[in-house]
């Protein structure tokens, strides 16, 4: 279940290999889109190679994008909030979920949100298809999703971090702009960012674990990692577990 990451050799920070402290491993998961029936399989998964393999700590960073496209997107959150309470957890921010936060105080987003897959989302809080099939006024969209919300999701999604560092590895969901410090990135960059930071070649002194752009399996460049396989459409969730210089994957093939 645990395969070594191909050509994690290639990675390189300051002219060495990237590496995490000593005693901690990482379960970096990433995009979901509601795919619950997806973190069901890959949670189990990971519990079963912490059984296996006893660590000192154990840590997981979910790098974003829990909601839209897919079909369980409020029980999704449901699992997530749950996992967090049982389990040492640090959550990123997905633009997917920034969107729909915003969604609650700006009419203007909707169409936008509904495009990334909103609709599905809204379905899942219990929204009636007819209202969106419709074409119901944005306010009573709106209105019905606030009413449907509920507050533990609502500080969930207030909550999210939009970035994380650990020893060698800086997480964020989309990327980084290059050319900017780690300590100053915008969020927008840091959920949004695609074609500048994936053709980057910059050394950014950090590895940078990302989602958000999906790929055919890990992606691995010498200063990133893209954990983001396409769950949504391919069926395939995929975490990347790093432990002191090693790293590995575990997904739901």
Known sequence: MLSLLPA????DVLGRRPSLPAGLRIYAIGD???RLDLLNVLLSRIEADKAARPTQKALYVFLGDYIDRGASSRETIDRLIEHGKRNETVFLKGNHELIALKCLSDRSLFDQWMRLGGVETLISYGVPPEHL????????????????LP???FRFFRD?????VCGDFFFAHAGVKPRVELSRQKESDLLWIREEFLKSNE???KIVVHGHT???EVEVAPNRINVD??????GLLTCLVIEGASLAVIDTR
């Open 8 to 11: 994690s050799e290639q990675l």
């Open 214 to 216: 999906p790929a055919r």
């Open 229 to 234: 396989t396409g769950a949504f459409a391919t």
């Open 151 to 153: 507050q533990a999701h």
């Open 133 to 148: 099939a419709n074409g119901k006024p944005v306010a009573m969209l709106q209105a019905a999703f606030h009413d449907a």
């Open 203 to 205: 050394d950014f002194g």
């Open 32 to 34: 979901i889109h509601g």
């Open 160 to 164: 999210l971090q939009r970035s994380f």
